[in-house]
T-cell receptor, first 115, second 117 residues
Framework: AQTVTQSQPEMSVQEAETVTLSCTYD???????LFWYKQPPSRQMILVIR????KQQNATENRFSVNFQKAAKSFSLKISDSQLGDAAMYFC????????????WGAGTKLIIKP | DADVTQTPRNRITKTGKRIMLECSQT?????MYWYRQDPGLGLRLIYY???????NKGEISDGYSVSRQAQAKFSLSLESAIPNQTALYFC????????????????FGPGTRLTVL
């Protein structure tokens, strides 16, 4: 079975500092996509960043970037200059052909921002 | 994302009642999905539809049914609600052709919180 592991149930970071959320997964495929979503207390599921597995360059979106290590099957999210509005649950969700392109969701990491 | 709407946003019902959750989208996407989220867990897929004539079961379809009335509408029904169906339900849409990065990114509605007493 293909699995996704977010090993940090909860993380905290001081406002303006940098934090990294980890995600590892298991698949035998070579071509797939990876996503990070955030879910703030409003419960809305919001896309943060996405990465194509065939691209060697790590994706970035403003203060958010990923460290994609394909051989290690690792897809971590780095948040720079953390802001209070970043407080949320963060979910890692790969997406590959064997699952008929359905997202496979991790259990999430709760991110707390300390003012 | 205001392009994907769900009704109702909150619903309390009793065991044995039939209930329908509705999802509409203005994104023009072909693919639509229904998920449920339980406390402390990620999302689990209930049903998905790649076009109006295509309906597929997801990981946890037992106790649920769906209807794809049009490209823009995808409804989820609980024929006889039970307490362990109490959860947060999300609708999502995607389209690998329209997606600017061709990653088939899913976009979510605001969710429906369902409580079955």
């Amino acid at each position: 079975a293909q699995t996704v592991t977010q090993s940090q149930p909860e993380m905290s970071v001081q406002e303006a500092e940098t934090v990294t959320l980890s995600c590892t997964y298991d698949t035998s495929e070579s071509d797939y996509y990876l996503f990070w979503y955030k879910q703030p207390p409003s419960r809305q599921m919001i896309l943060v960043i996405r990465q194509e597995a065939y691209k060697q360059q790590n994706a970035t979106e403003n203060r958010f970037s990923v460290n994609f290590q394909k051989a290690a099957k690792s897809f971590s999210l780095k948040i720079s200059d953390s802001q209070l509005g970043d407080a949320a649950m963060y979910f890692c969700a790969p997406h590959w052909r064997d699952s008929n392109y359905q997202l496979i969701w991790g259990a999430g990491t709760k991110l707390i921002i300390k003012p | 994302d205001a392009d994907v709407t769900q009704t109702p946003r909150n619903r309390i019902t009793k065991t044995g009642k039939r209930i329908m959750l509705e999802c509409s989208q203005t994104k023009g996407h072909d693919r639509m999905y229904w998920y449920r989220q339980d406390p402390g867990l990620g999302l689990r897929l209930i049903y998905y539809s790649f076009d109006v004539k295509d309906i597929n079961k997801g990981e946890i379809s037992d106790g649920y049914s769906v209807s794809r009335q049009a490209q823009a509408k995808f409804s989820l029904s609980l024929e006889s609600a039970i307490p362990n169906q109490t959860a947060l339900y999300f609708c999502a849409t995607s389209d690998p052709v329209l997606d600017s990065q061709s990653t088939d990114t899913q976009y979510f509605g605001p969710g429906t919180r369902l409580t079955v007493l």
